[in-house]
């Protein structure tokens, strides 16, 4: 059968759409890419915000309409609104099966029973150990150079305003053993970059069922990853202020090959307002990580995402929120208006009562304020050149490539002879955006160059940041931690 699929929300569905791609294809299904030609729709869906599920409401209504051209079709829904509506969305919206995040394995037979005996079918039983280690991703309109691996799956954190936690369920993280190899099986079909995903990437924690006493924690697995290649970058995303530890970032130090940027979710700047999130750190917890980051990793770039408007959020609580944006200087961020999610203990404990002219408001100076930060940031890097991996060719002219710098920062770029996707370059950077930097190609490398420091010096960072892990570690083992 020919198989459509539409993905929507953050990166970890993406690549649960690819595991859905691998499942169907392996039996002997095709993906095919406009729903005129398809056989099954399935759309996989985020219910992080009221907005992105409205979006996938309408687009279920374009579906229905297929269906009454093609009365065959069969659609499915699939992630966080197939675990949170169920039988709603397959009462209310023509919907044939919903299959949420841990029951992909499930597909090939439900669409095989919906054929036979034309039943409607909900399948959303969360898993306390499904990580989908042994399916390899097919993956979907890749630019062949980067790709994401989900290290773990689920959160465990309860932040009050948060659905996922509902939606896919308990914490697992995945063996690293299945997780290097998929690292070196891009690897050596072409990848450059990989980036390593989980809701709380530092909580990984992978115990040998075994033998116990050997265990792999976030930074051991960086490390692992890292030393494939020094061609191969390495990212992560997202680190929780609350967990991120010097460990990581002495790992991050040593490797020039994992990137300098660290994704760190402040969501607001008010103590009264963390607690209320039950985010687990304080402001002042926060901005010690920030100076730790600063100390160990200079060049590290830092994102984050805000939330404007939670419950009870006063004008005091935005101010100091728009005070940590300036003290920290984020390089870019997320920004979004609070959106009630049903059962959340945000919905249950307290009041959606900040309202919707202010909350705007407030995003709205968040907004600006980021956009006055991201353009300082970017002018601070003119004059600067970075090794930059080509990613693609800019949308607005073919005669221009684009990719990115170990700081997260797209560059945008002239092309030159004998340079192509997947190659990495210096770029010197002469001009900028708030949201992208603009240079041109200094040297063309055909060879990824470590970094711009000799071997020599790279090798005695190396020795002093290793020997300053240990210690951190050492100490750390002595009070009774991992
Ligand atoms: N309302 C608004 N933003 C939210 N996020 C998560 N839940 C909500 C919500 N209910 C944001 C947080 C999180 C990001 C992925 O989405 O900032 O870090
Ligand atoms: Fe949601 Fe908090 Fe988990 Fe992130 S850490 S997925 S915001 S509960």
């Not at 499915?76 to 009462?91: F, I, P, S, T, Y």
């Not at 689920?154 to 995945?174: A, D, L, Q, W």
């Amino acid at each position: 059968m020919k198989i459509y699929i539409e993905t929507y929300g953050c990166q970890m569905n993406i690549n649960d759409t690819e595991v859905v791609a691998s499942i169907l294809c392996k039996v002997g299904h095709t993906i095919c890419k406009s729903i005129e030609e398809a056989d099954v729709i399935l759309v996989n869906t985020c219910s992080v915000r009221d907005n992105a599920e409205q979006r996938v409401l309408g687009r279920l209504d374009v579906f229905a309409l297929q269906k009454k051209k093609n009365k065959n079709l069969i659609v499915g829904v699939l992630g966080c609104m197939a675990q949170r509506l169920k039988e709603d969305l397959l009462n209310n919206k023509n919907v044939d099966f919903t299959v949420g995040p841990d029951s992909y394995r499930e597909l090939p037979e439900i669409i095989a029973s919906r054929l036979e005996s034309g039943y409607k079918k909900t399948e959303t039983i969360l898993s306390l150990k499904e990580t989908y280690s042994d399916i390899e991703p097919v993956r979907m309109d890749s630019n062949h150079v980067s790709a994401f691996i989900s290290i773990t799956r689920g959160c465990n954190n309860m932040c009050s305003y948060c659905i996922v936690p509902f939606t896919r369920g308990r914490e697992r993280s995945r063996d690293p053993k299945s997780i290097v190899r998929e690292a070196e099986y891009l690897f050596a079909k072409g990848y450059k970059e990989v980036t390593l995903l989980g809701q709380n990437v530092d909580s990984y924690f992978w115990a040998n069922p075994d033998n116990p006493t050997e265990s792999v924690n976030f930074f051991q697995l960086l490390e692992l990853v890292a030393l494939i290649d020094p061609t191969l970058r390495v990212r992560f995303q997202t680190s929780h202020p609350k967990d991120i530890r010097k460990g990581v970032l002495y790992t991050m130090a040593m490797y020039p090959n994992i990137c300098k940027h660290i994704h760190l979710p402040v969501q607001s700047g008010s103590n009264a307002q963390l607690e209320k999130m039950n985010r687990k750190y304080t402001r002042e917890d926060y901005l010690k990580k920030i100076a730790d980051i600063r100390e160990i990793i200079p060049n590290c770039a830092i994102s984050t995402d805000i939330i404007a408007g939670f419950c009870d959020e006063t004008e005091e609580d935005h101010k100091e929120t728009l005070s940590l944006m300036e003290e920290v200087k984020f390089d870019s961020a997320f920004m979004f208006q609070y959106s009630e999610r049903p059962n959340t203990l945000a919905a249950r404990k307290y009041s959606d009562n900040v309202p919707l002219e202010e909350k705007t408001k407030r995003l709205n100076e968040i907004i600006a304020l980021q956009n006055k930060l991201s353009l300082e940031s970017n002018q601070k890097d003119i004059g600067k050149i970075f090794e930059v991996l080509i990613e693609g060719t800019s949308k607005r002219s073919d005669k221009q490539l684009i990719g990115r710098n170990t700081n997260n920062k797209m560059c945008v770029f002239d092309a030159a002879d004998g340079v192509k996707v997947g190659d990495y370059v210096f770029v010197k950077i002469n001009n900028c955006t708030s949201a992208t930097l603009i240079g041109d190609i200094q040297e063309v490398k055909k060879t990824h160059h470590l970094h711009i420091k000799s071997i020599s010096e790279i090798k005695n960072d190396i020795k002093e940041l290793k020997r300053k892990r240990d210690e951190w570690l050492k100490k750390r083992e002595s009070e009774g931690k991992h």
